[in-house]
């Protein structure tokens, strides 16, 4: 997992990175566009622009991806993603892992951790970490966000 703000993405990708594209996508988007699935790069990475109701935490399950990292933004307002790595951890699953959706869900753990995401901030989350966004930070709020997908290839994990 990577947080930090857009500011630092030197940090961690150069300009040909899919994480940079993915972050400069969302640094660029036209917020006059509609939500929707945008194509950032055919079906490799693609952005999926949403506006949501954060909510209460307890009634969320965290979440998991086999086949993509999820690049996260904030638009506007300000969430709360709660984050466990996988590695190490025993994790009860509530839903086993849907192929279509590319996602695995599971209860809550007894220890995580929480970060805010406000506009300015991004955060990527690996296969192995295993995240539930769209929390409220105090009680709950209309936000705008974008979540890039950015496909794994094998030969990306030799």
Do not use: W
């Amino acid at each position: 997992m990577i947080y930090d703000t857009v500011e630092n993405i030197d940090t961690y990708a150069d300009h040909a990175d899919l994480i940079f594209v993915a972050v400069d996508f969302v640094l660029n988007f036209d917020l006059s566009k509609p939500d929707g699935t945008y194509p950032i790069e055919g079906d490799d990475m693609f952005a999926i622009v949403q506006s949501v109701t954060t909510g209460d935490a307890n009634e969320k399950l965290f979440e998991a991806h086999q086949n993509h990292v999820d690049v996260q933004m904030v638009l506007n307002g300000e969430e709360r993603h709660d984050i466990v790595l996988l590695h190490g951890q025993k994790m009860n699953i509530a839903k086993e892992y849907d192929k279509e959706a590319d996602a695995i869900l599971f209860n809550p753990p007894e220890m995580f951790s929480s970060i805010i995401m406000t506009p300015g901030k991004f955060v990527v989350y690996a296969p192995s970490d295993a995240h539930r966004p769209c929390c409220s930070v105090t009680e709950p709020q209309n936000i705008r966000k974008v979540c890039v997908k950015i496909k794994i290839h094998e030969e990306q994990c030799d």
